[in-house]
């Protein structure tokens, strides 16, 4: 008779971890420096109105690829680390 070995630690549900990861990733530094862009910089800075994303789709950090919900909240994201380190 052998005795089975006992499962270590909590592994957890992965599926919805999982989900979550994908939901909240950004974009890649590749699609960032698309976007930099002089042409797509300007329509990623002038979209028409978007009531599902946050602040109507107008205010967007290009760096960031963010949208904030009014021009001091996106005044105030230029002064953070999270800017600083992105756009470097």
């Known amino acids: 008779m052998t005795r089975y070995s006992r499962k270590k630690g909590n592994h957890g549900y992965t599926a919805k971890r999982k989900q979550l990861k994908v939901k909240r990733r950004t974009k890649d530094l590749d699609e960032i420096d698309n976007d ?4 797509n910089a300007e329509n990623l800075l002038n979209q028409p109105i978007d009531l599902d994303v946050a602040g109507a789709a107008q205010h967007y950090c290009l760096h960031c690829a963010r949208y904030f919900i009014d021009d001091n909240a996106l005044q105030a994201h230029f ?6 380190r992105r756009r470097v």
């Open 36 to 39: 930099l862009e002089p042409q």
């Open 79 to 84: 002064r953070t680390k999270v800017h600083k």
